[in-house]
Nanobody, 115 residues
Framework: QVQLVESGGGLVQPGGSLRLSCVVS????????MGWYRQAEGKQRELVAT???????NYDDAVKGRFTISGDNAKNAVSLQMNSLKPEDTAVYYC?????????WGQGTQVTVSS
C-alpha cells in the first residue's frame, strides 16, 4: 500500500524555522511531482510549493524567498525548509505526490507560528 509519511511540524516563534520531510513508501514507481499544500482553519487547501522529478520548482507567492523545496526522486522524498515564518503560515501542511498515475496525500502535519 502506498503511503506518504510526513514529519517535522511543530510550534515555532515568528521569524523561526522549521523543516518538513515526506517520504513515499510502498511504491515501485518514482514520483513525477511532489509538493506541499497547506490548509489553515476555515480556509481551503492551497499550494505551497512543488518539485518535479527533473528538479523544477514552483512556489506560491506568499512563500517565495522564505521557503525552499528539495526532492530526491530516487528516494521518493521531498523536504520543505521554512524560514522567516509568520503567524499566517500557521496551518496543517500536507505532502502530495503524483506517482504511479495517482495523486497521493499524506496525513498532514501541524505547523503553528506563534509567540
Amino acid at each position: 500500500q502506498v503511503q506518504l509519511v510526513e514529519s517535522g511540524g511543530g510550534l515555532v516563534q515568528p521569524g523561526g524555522s522549521l523543516r518538513l520531510s515526506c517520504v513515499v513508501s510502498g511504491s515501485i514507481f518514482r514520483f513525477v511531482v511532489m509538493g506541499w499544500y497547506r490548509q489553515a482553519e476555515g480556509k481551503q487547501r492551497e499550494l505551497v510549493a512543488t518539485i518535479t522529478s527533473a528538479g523544477r520548482t514552483n512556489y506560491d507567492d506568499a512563500v517565495k524567498g522564505r521557503f525552499t523545496i528539495s526532492g530526491d526522486n530516487a528516494k521518493n522524498a521531498v523536504s520543505l525548509q521554512m524560514n522567516s515564518l509568520k503567524p499566517e503560515d500557521t496551518a496543517v501542511y500536507y505532502c502530495n505526490a503524483f506517482i504511479g498515475g495517482n495523486s497521493r496525500w499524506g496525513q498532514g502535519t501541524q505547523v503553528t507560528v506563534s509567540s
